[in-house]
Structures are given as C-alpha cells and as structure tokens.
C-alpha cells in the first residue's frame, strides 16, 4: 500500500457526531448487532448480574465520624459511611440524583459533616462536582465541568481542580491544561490560587498529607516528570516548590517532623524513597531501589507504609522513617492495594482480586482488621505464568480459571500496556459466565505498563510502542501453543492494542473485542483530550513521530490483502474522552473490506463508565458476541 493511500481520510465525516449520515451509521450497526446476537444477550444477562451486580468499593475516606466509601452496587452508586460503632449508614444514593448519573469521586472534611463527590451523566468526562452537609444532604454548592479533586479548607470554602480540555484556562495558555481555584461556597465566588501559566499538557493532582494542616500539589507532565509543591489550608494563596523531578515522576507521601517524603523514579526507575529537610533544603535518600516497583506510600504512627508490585501483585512493606526495614503486609490470593488513607495514626486501604469484589482495611495498633468486604466464587483458581517476546524479555500472565468444569478450547487474552498503568489482579464478575462455561481468562502484563517500574514503562512508548504489539502478539501465542483459540480483548489505550495486532497478525486471534479504542494516530492530538496523549505516543505533527505512527495507525493499515477474524467495536456517545470517531472509522475501514465486523455503539455511555444497568447490558452483548462466534451453549457450566 503506498503512502499517499494510506494518508487518505475517506470517513473524517464519521467524527461529526451531529452528521445525518453519522447518525444513520450508527442506526444502521446497532441493527446489524442486534439481528446477530439474536436472544443469546438476555440470556446471559442474569447471570453477568449475579456476578457484575456485587457491591463494589471505588474509593474511600476516613474522617472523625467515620470510613466514607463510593460503592458501584447492582443498580445504583452509593456513598456510605461506617460509622465509630461499625454502623452501615446509607449517605447518596446516584438514584436520587437522576437518571443514569454515576458517581467516580467523593471526598469529605476532617470532622465529616462536609462532603463533596463528581457525578456525570452517561459515564461523560465533564459532570458536576455537588457538595453537601451530612446528615442533611442540604446542597451548599455545585458546580459544572471538568471538575474534579477538591479539598476542603475550612467550613464554607474548598479547593478545586478544574481540566481546560479546549478551551483556554483564564491566564489564556492554550489546552489541555489544568488549575486550581479556591472556592467560597456561601458567596459562590472563587479565586485562581495554583498553576497561572502552567504549560500545556501538565496535569495538577491535590493530595491531602498525613499533616492536617497541609496540602500537596502534584505538577506533572503527561506521563513523564513531575513537581511537588506543598500548601497549607490556613493559607492557600501560597505555594511553595518542594521537589522538582525534572526528567522523573515523583509522588509526595507525606511529612514527618518537618521533613517531606517523596518518592522519585529516577535512575532505574523503580521508585526510591527521599527525605527533604524543609529548612536546610537537603535531599537524603531514606529507601533505595527495591528489585521490583515501589508504586505507593504512606506516613502513618512514624512509620512508612510503601505498597511494591511483585509480579503485578501488591504487597506493603513498612519502615521507619530512616529507612530501615520493619515488616511486611501480604494478602491472599495475589491482588490489588489502593487508597491508602490515614486519620488519627490509623491506615486504611482497600484490596481487590480476580475472586474479591473489594475489601476496606484498617491497620490500628499492628492490628489489621477488615471493615467491608464482598467477595464472589472461590473455585476460581488464579495461576501465573511467563511468555517469552519477541527479544527475549520475558512477559508475566495470569492465567485465571474454574475448576470442575469442561474446558471449551477458548481464551480471552486481555492487554493495555500504556501510560505506565499496572494491570494487577482486579474483580472480573462480567467474564464470570464465560470462565463457569470453561473459558479461561488471561491477563497481560506488558511493556508500557508500570509493572516493572518507570523503564518498563518508557520501553513501550513513542517510538518503542511497536515492542508492547509484539510481546501481546506473544502472549496470544503461547495461549494458541497450548491449543487454545484466541479471544484478543482491550479497551482504550489496550483497544488500540488489540486493533493494531488485528491489523497486523490478524492470523493470530479468532475473535477480537476492541472497546473504545484509539485507531487513527495521525488525527488523535486534534479531538477531545488527544493533545495530552503526544506525552506517551508521540506528536502527528512532528515528522519523526508521525512515521511511526503511521506505521502502526490501525485505521490506516487494513488492508484487503489480509483475513480478518470476527471483530466486535464497542463504544460510547458520550465518551468526551477517546473520541468515538476511532471506533466508527476503523469498523467503516474494516467493513469496506469485507470484514466480518460489528459495531456496538451505547448512546448513554462514557469513558468513565455508565450506570451499572447500562453496563451490564453492555457487557451482555459482548459475551454474547463471544458466544455467538463459538456457538457457546448459553445454560451454564457443565460440570466435569
């Protein structure tokens, strides 16, 4: 194919969503899908409800009167609160608020008798960030757009971040681009107080510290380097830089006798753990390098709760603040810690696995104590295994089945492999019905992750981004060594995987599920939030980036040369994120090929996610998808 043909644009109309012939596009697929899938959908649909519907914890805040936690439930996004007694209370309700509103963000004041938390319509991006006073719920505030991350300064005003995705923020830099204001919600009236003239695509994270009075601002560019700024409620005009990372990614973790702890991901990019003496302005190494990733922290009773990656798990190591090893913290079966809090020397965490929905922790006096916990089907059995790539460099999977039932020859093979992001052991009640029909589900661990830390990360980047094709090519060949058909399954960033390897080794998978993917690389910098993105692909408007692009751009590289296997494409209208118009072209591209491809477009669904309903209807048509392809008996599992 020569290059001029592969610079063509024949479906740039398919990104006006607005177009007549957009929306007959997308009438026309949803037909398509329909008449394919038949009933096979609905049936299935109970049983993606018994599994998919368990409560599920999101995120969660400690305060005076207790543990807050946002919980994904069968019908609905809640807030609840574990009160001092141990008492289940019921705060919000998504239900109250609307219909098909979903809930992604809470936070609340020291006391908790503030709360705050973002809801969305549709799953969208830009929703509105509500505040209110517990127990009353009255509404002390709202406010509309890429909202998001507040903290509270006192009793009447907070600080907020807010994202410039095309418009340009006050200070005029051109987006995307972020701020933070400080926010009077009597009066209504705020103030721009951190990130005048920051750059374009530099992104501000306000992490609260183990300190009550102080607050870290977190500058980083895309997904390359950072800066730590620290603040204080009591003034939040003054900000002062503390650690810059320069060529690096840092975290802040806290402070400990006027000292703040940092983690930078220098040199071998595992992460180590660094001391800044406030008044001297002293660097010391407190933890060095670990052989694997150190991905989190904490301060917490003179101590330093650090979360490592082992082979995509995660575990807690805790030392003093010099460093010196004291112990450490591991939960069966391998899993997932994240939001690690602390309030009044107590940590609080929370741990999932393939086999748990979420537990939250809490570690007082050494002890450690679950506080909620919704667990699902204990014959899963989780193995891990290596796959050797392409260069030698070996590739982590787990490899999670059920035991005493039929195998049916089948493997869904899931990847990301982008943004530094770990694919760790997570709950996957919507795969449920197919692993009880004897499927078995393979998760990834590929470059361009952080499973390996930051160099794992940079080697599939940019111009190493073709590394992160080859080693999911890989994997999809040690699942077919072993006699299996291949399944390839990605979203997002892993959709973009899954469409480049269709593109090029489509020999290699059976079927493909490709969820709202990135696939035109020459045009994603101009839609939606893509600009951002250049930090981890590279620029189309550079000349050097654009030809590797244009080597892997899944739009541009179908080929009617080539037999491709059935494909499902699935998207969302209200996904204000990856544009829907990677997903339309690409299924025109593929479709004018003759390809056997579907399109499955949800017209109330977003990046972010959808009302649990939607999503399980969702997830429905795509195991329906699987099992329609492999004429799948739909009843369940059929013992051994």
């Given at each position: 194919m020569s290059k001029v043909s592969l610079l063509q644009d024949p479906y740039l109309w398919l990104e006006n969503l607005k177009n007549e012939n957009t929306l007959k596009f997308v009438k026309k697929h949803a037909e398509k899908l329909k008449s394919f899938l038949g009933e096979i959908p609905s049936k299935l649909e109970p049983r993606i409800v018994e599994f998919f519907g368990k409560p599920y914890i999101l995120s969660i805040k400690p305060t005076s009167i207790g543990l807050y936690f946002l919980v994904r439930e069968k019908d609905s996004y809640g807030i609840k609160l574990i009160g001092d007694s141990e008492q289940l209370s019921e705060i919000v309700d998504s239900r109250d608020i609307g219909e098909n509103v979903i809930i992604?963000?809470?936070?609340?004041?020291?006391?908790?008798?503030?709360?705050?938390f973002f809801y969305s319509i549709g799953g969208s991006d830009r929703g509105f960030l509500r505040t209110v006073k517990v127990p009353t719920l009255e509404v002390l505030d709202e406010i509309e757009g890429n909202v998001y991350?507040?903290?509270?300064?006192?009793?009447?005003?907070?600080?907020?971040?807010?994202s410039y995705r095309t418009e340009k923020p006050p200070d005029g830099v051109e987006p995307p681009t972020d701020r933070v204001f400080l926010r009077n919600f009597e009066s209504q009236e705020e103030i721009l107080v951190f990130g005048r003239n920051l750059p374009q695509n530099n992104l501000i994270t306000l992490i609260e510290s183990n300190v009550q009075d102080k607050v870290f601002a977190l500058v980083e560019h895309g997904w390359l380097s950072g800066k730590v700024f620290t603040g204080s409620r009591s003034d939040p005009f003054k900000w002062e830089l503390v650690f810059d990372g320069k060529d690096c990614r840092v975290l802040p973790i806290g402070y400990y006798n006027e000292n703040i702890f940092v983690i930078c991901y220098d040199k071998g990019g595992k992460g180590r753990i660094l001391k800044i003496d406030l008044s001297s302005k002293e660097t010391i190494e407190v933890v060095g390098e670990d052989e694997y990733p150190l991905e989190n922290g904490i301060i917490a009773n003179n101590s330093i709760f650090a979360t490592y990656l082992v082979n995509a798990s995660h575990i807690i190591k805790v030392f003093d603040t010099n460093g010196k090893f004291l112990r450490e913290i591991k939960i069966s079966p391998q899993g997932s810690i994240t939001y690690l809090r602390v309030f009044n020397g107590s940590l609080f965490f929370r741990y999932e696995s393939f086999t748990v929905a979420s537990r939250i922790y809490m570690l007082k006096e050494d002890k450690l104590k679950v506080l909620a916990e919704y667990c699902a089907d204990n014959d899963i059995v989780i193995k891990e295994d290596w796959v050797e790539s392409f260069d030698g460099t070996p590739i982590h999977v787990f490899v999670v089945e059920k035991q005493g039932v039929i195998k049916n020859n089948l493997a869904v093979v899931y990847g990301y492999g982008g943004f530094g992001v770990s694919v760790t052991p997570r709950y996957i009640g919507y795969v449920y019905p197919f692993i009880e029909d004897g499927g078995i589900f393979i998760v990834s661990n590929l470059r361009g992750g952080g499973e390996y830390g930051e160099e794992w990360h940079k080697a599939g980047m940019k111009e190493n981004k073709w590394k992160v094709f080859e080693d999911f090519k890989a994997v999809l060949k040690y699942a077919k060594g072993k006699g299996f058909k291949t399944i390839a399954w990605g979203a997002s960033n892993g959709g973009l995987l899954v469409a480049t390897v269709l593109t090029q080794s489509p020999e290699l998978l059976d079927a493909a599920l490709i969820g709202y993917p990135l696939t035109d690389m020459l045009r994603f910098h101009k839609l939606y939030l893509g600009m951002l993105w250049t930090t981890e692909y590279g620029n189309p408007d550079d000349p050097k980036d654009r030809e590797y692009l244009l080597n892997y751009s899944p739009y541009h590289n179908v080929s009617r040369a080539k037999r491709y296997p059935p494909v499902l494409i699935y998207t969302g209208l209200y996904d204000d994120r990856v544009h829907p118009g990677h997903a339309f072209k690409f299924a025109a591209k593929l479709e004018e090929v003759g390809a056997p491809v579907y399109l499955r477009i949800e017209t109330t669904s977003g990046h972010?996610?959808?009302?649990?309903?939607?999503?399980?209807?969702?997830?429905?048509?795509?195991?329906?998808?699987?099992?329609?392809?492999?004429?799948?008996?739909?009843?369940?599992?059929?013992?051994?």
């Open positions: 992604t963000y809470l936070n609340a004041s020291q006391d908790g008798k503030l709360l705050s991350n507040s903290v509270f300064v006192d009793e009447k005003s907070y600080l907020y971040v807010k972010l996610g959808s009302s649990p309903e939607i999503k399980i209807r969702e997830y429905s048509d795509i195991l329906g998808f699987i099992y329609k392809v492999f004429a799948l008996n739909v009843d369940g599992e059929k013992k051994i």
